[in-house]
């Protein structure tokens, strides 16, 4: 049976119309360019406090380390998670990859907490403490969130809701251990509410608005 | 494609990534000969979903709208029929969500066709004028390329040569911008937002 003419005419018009196209670079290399945003901010705060003060509470408590640790690889696996789901055809999977290093954040954070509520001799946050560190990941997430968008804008996310969790998953992971470098306090109940909270607030903002950022292509 | 060769899927598959990843750099060769090889993948992908034959037409022009805008995203160390398929089930799943809107109104119409009174004459060509109305606002709304395509070319009924030599636009883009504004105005007329 003859294919109908519409296609036909169609192909023929979007032939004419062909120009060459760059490509897509890879997702590791896109996640890449992102992460030397991050280094370059982290270098900014290392030359301002110094790695003195995070060493300290690190050797006082590693649970603090392997939190750290455990942000860090959560920021680059949601941000590679988010670049992948750009791609049509990739399984959206992706989504899962973030997980352990997630649970590796929370659990150590979560560790340290309770270390506190045990024996607390390790200064807690004030209440005005634990706010400023929502401040401060909420407002380096937005600038990480949006170069995640910007480095997107070429891509095609057909489910642009899990992309946008994956982006601020990894800004607000990204935030939090730049946070490490500066942090004037061990980890305790409230810090790690403040944290979690602002965690929420940086996904929760990508997941509502991903939809209408993400698919110029498909509107 | 031609048949008579008959390659294995395998190959064909290998054959649709290689045409592809040649249109990425230009050639329009290469680039009608995978959409034309497209058109069967989608209609399955479509099917799949659940869209009707009527509708197969509008979810392969869409796709292949989708295709042209996002033809960079493929990546030819990857298979071409995932990334089309995904592309395809995607505007599947729109023409779906649209039907399904259109699908509540026309219910509606439906129960008011059956019991609403016959309209004399003079009513029916109110209507009638009411609803050429309603069309020349429509077209009126439209981008400026998309109603200069559908009033030259739908219309007017004037050939592609002709408006291309006055506009100075290009074929293609007036036949685009045609597909585009029919779209718009199916959506705008049946009920879609």
Same mark, same amino acid.
């Given at each position: 049976?003859? /294919? !109908?003419?519409?296609?036909?005419?169609?192909?023929?018009? %979007?032939?004419?119309?062909?120009?060459?196209?760059?490509?897509?670079?890879?997702?590791?290399?896109?996640?890449?360019?992102?992460?030397?945003?991050?280094?370059?901010?982290?270098?900014?705060?290392?030359? +301002?406090?110094?790695?003195?003060?995070?060493?300290?509470?690190?050797?006082?408590?590693?649970?603090?380390?392997?939190?750290?640790?455990?942000?860090?690889?959560?920021?680059?696996?949601?941000?590679?998670?988010?670049? #992948?789901?750009?791609?049509?055809?990739?399984?959206?999977?992706?989504?899962? %990859?973030?997980?352990?290093?997630?649970?590796?954040?929370?659990?150590?954070?979560?560790?340290?907490?309770?270390?506190?509520?045990?024996? !607390?001799?390790? +200064?807690?946050?004030? &209440?005005?403490?634990?706010?400023?560190? @929502?401040? &401060?990941?909420?407002?380096?997430?937005?600038? @990480?969130?949006?170069?995640?968008?910007? %480095?997107?804008?070429?891509?095609?996310?057909?489910?642009?809701?899990?992309?946008?969790?994956?982006?601020?998953?990894?800004?607000?992971?990204?935030?939090?251990?730049?946070? /490490?470098?500066? +942090? *004037? &306090?061990?980890?305790?109940?409230?810090? =790690?509410?403040?944290?979690?909270?602002?965690?929420?607030?940086?996904?929760?903002?990508?997941?509502?608005?991903?939809? $209408?950022? @993400?698919?110029?292509?498909?509107? | 494609?031609?048949?008579? *060769?008959?390659?294995?899927?395998?190959?064909? /598959?290998?054959?649709?990534?290689?045409?592809?990843?040649?249109?990425?750099?230009?050639?329009?060769?290469?680039?009608?000969?995978?959409?034309?090889?497209?058109?069967?993948?989608?209609?399955?992908?479509?099917?799949?979903?659940?869209?009707?034959?009527?509708?197969?037409?509008?979810?392969?022009?869409?796709? =292949?709208? #989708?295709? +042209?805008?996002?033809?960079? #995203?493929?990546?030819?160390?990857?298979?071409?029929?995932?990334w089309l398929s995904a592309l395809a089930s995607r505007r599947a799943?729109?023409?779906?969500?649209?039907?399904?809107?259109?699908?509540?109104?026309?219910?509606?119409?439906?129960?008011?066709?059956?019991?609403?009174?016959?309209?004399?004459?003079?009513?029916?060509? *109110? /209507?009638?004028?009411?609803?050429?109305? $309603?069309?020349?606002?429509?077209?009126?709304? =439209?981008?400026?390329?998309?109603?200069?395509?559908?009033?030259? =070319?739908? %219309?007017?009924?004037?050939?592609l040569a002709e408006v291309s030599a006055e506009t100075g636009r290009?074929?293609?883009?007036?036949?685009?911008?045609?597909?585009?504004?029919?779209?718009?105005?199916? *959506?705008?007329?049946?009920?879609?937002?």
């Amino acid at each position: 049976m003859a /294919e !109908p003419r519409l296609p036909e005419s169609l192909i023929q018009s %979007l032939g004419e119309q062909l120009t060459p196209v760059r490509r897509l670079p890879p997702a590791w290399l896109r996640t890449l360019g992102w992460l030397l945003a991050v280094a370059v901010i982290a270098a900014g705060l290392l030359m +301002h406090y110094g790695a003195g003060p995070m060493m300290h509470r690190w050797s006082a408590a590693p649970d603090i380390a392997i939190a750290g640790v455990g942000a860090v690889i959560t920021a680059v696996s949601a941000a590679w998670a988010a670049f #992948t789901l750009g791609v049509p055809g990739r399984s959206w999977r992706w989504v899962w %990859l973030p997980l352990p290093s997630l649970l590796l954040w929370v659990g150590a954070s979560g560790l340290g907490c309770m270390r506190d509520w045990l024996g !607390p001799t390790a +200064h807690i946050a004030k &209440f005005n403490e634990a706010s400023d560190c @929502l401040i &401060f990941i909420i407002s380096l997430s937005v600038p @990480l969130s949006a170069l995640l968008i910007w %480095l997107l804008r070429r891509a095609c996310p057909l489910r642009p809701v899990l992309a946008a969790i994956m982006i601020g998953l990894a800004s607000a992971a990204a935030s939090a251990a730049l946070l /490490e470098i500066c +942090h *004037a &306090f061990a980890v305790a109940a409230t810090d =790690l509410l403040t944290h979690a909270m602002a965690v929420a607030i940086v996904v929760l903002v990508n997941a509502v608005m991903g939809g $209408r950022l @993400l698919q110029p292509a498909l509107k | 494609m031609s048949d008579a *060769a008959a390659p294995d899927g395998d190959t064909q /598959e290998r054959q649709r990534a290689a045409w592809m990843a040649a249109a990425q750099g230009g050639d329009r060769r290469a680039y009608e000969r995978v959409l034309a090889a497209s058109v069967p993948l989608i209609r399955a992908a479509a099917r799949r979903q659940g869209v009707v034959v009527d509708q197969l037409d509008d979810v392969v022009q869409e796709t =292949l709208l #989708t295709v +042209h805008r996002v033809r960079h #995203t493929y990546d030819p160390s990857r298979s071409y029929d995932a990334w089309l398929s995904a592309l395809a089930s995607r505007r599947a799943i729109d023409a779906l969500r649209s039907q399904g809107r259109r699908g509540s109104r026309e219910v509606h119409d439906e129960l008011a066709y059956d019991t609403h009174a016959d309209a004399d004459d003079a009513t029916a060509a *109110a /209507e009638r004028e009411q609803e050429a109305g $309603r069309l020349r606002e429509a077209i009126a709304s =439209l981008p400026p390329g998309q109603r200069e395509a559908i009033e030259q =070319l739908g %219309l007017k009924e004037r050939s592609l040569a002709e408006v291309s030599a006055e506009t100075g636009r290009q074929t293609g883009a007036l036949k685009v911008n045609l597909h585009r504004a029919l779209k718009a105005l199916r *959506a705008r007329f049946h009920g879609e937002p």
